[in-house]
């Protein structure tokens, strides 16, 4: 059975950083691109930043490019995006997926297992 937990989020004032996790299990976790996406209450589910299998490809939504990092441990099985210079509107529930194959696009429909979700507040 396939699981992903994300963990780190929590409240965090405006200008602060954050580091989310994601664990997973029950996949070969080298074979797959890692996505993070968020959801804001009201809003569609949008693609934050996703990492290919190697590491080598980084993609970032541009609502977050240049304050987020976004990396992966094969050894471990995780995945992990850290955010700087957090802002009210990067309050959201946030999501890891993973997507088999190569790459980590924007394509929410491509990702083949989600995690439940971990709640990110941003306040002023």
């Known amino acids: 059975q396939v699981k992903l937990v994300e963990s780190g989020g929590g409240l965090v004032q405006a200008g602060g950083s954050l580091t989310l996790s994601c664990a997973s299990s029950g996949v070969t976790f080298s074979n797959y691109g890692v996505g993070w996406f968020r959801q804001a209450p009201g809003n569609d589910r949008e693609y934050v930043a996703g990492?290919?299998?190697?590491?080598?490809?980084?993609l970032y939504a541009d609502s977050v490019r240049g304050r987020s990092s976004v990396a992966r441990d094969n050894t471990k099985s995780t995945g992990s995006l850290q955010m700087n210079s957090l802002k009210l509107e990067d309050t959201a529930v946030y999501y890891c997926?993973?997507?088999?194959?190569?790459?980590?696009?924007?394509?929410?429909?491509?990702?083949?297992?989600w995690g439940q979700g971990i709640q990110v507040t941003v306040s002023s």
């Open positions: 990492i290919s299998t190697t590491g080598l490809t980084k």
């Open positions: 997926a993973l997507r088999q194959g190569i790459q980590a696009p924007a394509t929410a429909e491509s990702y083949d297992y």
